[in-house]
Nanobody, 119 residues
């Protein structure tokens, strides 16, 4: 089983930027898609972005298009989420997730990293 560890969260003012990182370790050979999700207080966890481990096929939740960019670094077994023009409504715990070939679902999750955007 692979493990995921996020980093890079923090407190930023509206309009600012943050870059989240997610490092994968362990048995990563079965992973074919990496994604970012977020959960705001009192809300359901929602999809933010995903990309194949080949770095292709990036998809985004509508509200982050043009502001967030997901990218892969296979040499480091890492996925990143560059976030610009942050808004208070982006405040949430952000989770890295991996989907495996064997289950075709997001079945590996990181512990989450807090992103807080002040107005």
């Amino acid at each position: 089983q692979a493990q995921l560890a996020e980093s890079g969260g923090g407190l930023v003012q509206a309009g600012g930027s943050l870059r989240l990182s997610c490092a994968a370790s362990g048995r990563t050979g079965d992973i074919y898609v990496m994604g970012w999700f977020r959960q705001a207080p009192g809300k359901e966890r929602e999809f933010v972005a995903s990309v194949s481990v080949k770095g292709t096929g990036a998809t985004y939740e509508e509200s982050v298009k043009g502001r967030f960019t997901i990218s892969m670094d296979n040499a480091r077994n890492a996925v990143y989420l560059q976030m610009i023009r942050l808004k208070p409504e982006d405040t949430a715990v952000y989770y890295c997730a991996a989907a495996t070939e064997s289950t075709r679902t997001y079945d590996i999750w990181g512990q989450g990293t807090q992103v807080t955007v002040s107005s």
